[in-house]
Every structure is written in C-alpha cells, then in structure tokens.
C-alpha cells in the first residue's frame, strides 16, 4: 500500500513538473517583426580612425523597440553636394544585417584619394537609410557631426554596404 502511494505521489509530481515546463516554453507574446532602420529609430555617429587612412567609420545604433534591418549602404551627402557619395559594390556583406535594439551597424567612409579631383573641406554630412530596393531611401536625414575642423573629401569618396562589425567595414 505504501510502495503504491510513492508511485502516485512521484506520478502526481511529474505530471505538475511536465506541466509547468509546457507552460514555460510556450511564447508570452511573439516576437517583435523587424522594421527598417531609419534616423529616427537610430543613433548615427561618425569617428574618425587611424587606419585605414583617410576613412571615417559611420556607425548606426537601433534605439528603437523593434530588431530593425539596415538595407545595402547608407546615402551620404556632404554638405549641399550635388550627388550623393559613391557606394562600393564590391563591399556586400553575406547577409542583411539585422539590428536588436541596443546594436550597431557599420560603414566606412573613404574620404580621399590621391587620384580624386576637386576636393574642398566639408563640415557637415546628412546620412539616409536604404530602403530593401535599394532604389531609394526610408525616413529622414540623420546629422551626424563630423570632426572638428571639417573632412576633406574629394571626387574618389565612397561609402560601403553596412557590416556587422567594424572591422569589416574598414576593410575598404
């Protein structure tokens, strides 16, 4: 009678601990949809770096709620330039890269070249997201400052794809 009642208790305990292991694996709410990054759901920075030289390292930080995904390269603008900054292709990463809140994305800047023509020293920079086309842009400006004193930046200047680390993007 004794050995009958263990089994029941130890039957009873493993059907409540199945129970609430069930429970703790099924989802509260799902998951947040990803968006596309955009100025206002990002903190764009731009730093100037040692090496490579004559780059500028532009990073992008979701502040938004939402995991968020930073389409192809960004378009840059200096100053009230007439084009925007050359992209350079051959700097496409793997994958999409997707931003939780709280992470960054990044590209590099080449600002200069011995073989750029009409160079001038540029004071401000408007950076805009793409959109999964890639042929044309979601939101507004971002404003980041440059270093002080202004960038020179000439004719050859180009941009990169967002990379999932700095190091990749400097890579160009």
Same mark, same amino acid.
């Given at each position: /009678?004794? *050995?009958? =009642?263990?089994?029941?208790?130890?039957?009873a305990?493993l059907?409540?601990?199945?129970?609430?292991?069930? *429970?703790?694996?099924?989802? $509260?709410?799902?998951?947040?949809?990803?968006?596309?990054?955009?100025?206002?759901?990002? &903190?764009?920075?731009?730093? &100037?770096?040692?090496?490579?030289?004559?780059?500028? *390292?532009?990073?992008?930080?979701?502040?938004?709620? &939402?995991?968020?995904?930073?389409?192809?390269? #960004?378009?840059?603008?200096?100053?009230?330039?007439?084009?925007?900054?050359?992209?350079?292709?051959?700097?496409?990463?793997?994958?999409v890269?997707?931003?939780? #809140?709280g992470?960054?994305?990044?590209?590099?800047?080449?600002?200069?070249? #011995?073989?750029?023509?009409?160079?001038?020293? $540029?004071?401000?920079?408007?950076?805009?997201?793409?959109?999964?086309? /890639?042929?044309?842009s979601?939101g507004?400006?971002?404003?980041? &400052?440059?270093p002080?004193?202004g960038?020179?930046?000439? =004719?050859?200047?180009f941009?990169?794809?967002?990379?999932?680390?700095?190091?990749?993007a400097?890579?160009?």
């Open positions: /009678m004794q *050995l009958r =009642s263990r089994a029941a208790a130890a039957v305990t059907t409540a601990a199945l129970a609430l292991t069930a *429970l703790g694996t099924a989802p $509260a709410t799902a998951a947040a949809k990803p968006v596309t990054c955009t100025a206002a759901t990002t &903190k764009v920075t731009v730093a &100037k770096v040692n090496r490579p030289i004559n780059h500028l *390292l532009l990073t992008a930080t979701n502040t938004g709620t &939402k995991p968020c995904y930073a389409y192809n390269a #960004p378009y840059l603008r200096f100053d009230d330039a007439q084009a925007a900054t050359s992209v350079l292709r051959d700097s496409v990463p793997q994958a890269v997707t931003l939780e #809140p992470q960054s994305a990044y590209a590099a800047i080449g600002t200069s070249s #011995p073989e750029g023509a009409h160079g001038y020293q $540029a004071h401000e920079l408007g950076v805009l997201f793409a959109n999964r086309a /890639m042929d044309g979601v507004g400006f971002a404003r980041p &400052k440059l002080a004193g960038v020179y930046v000439d =004719s050859s200047a941009v990169t794809y967002w990379q999932s680390n700095p190091a990749d400097l890579e160009w």
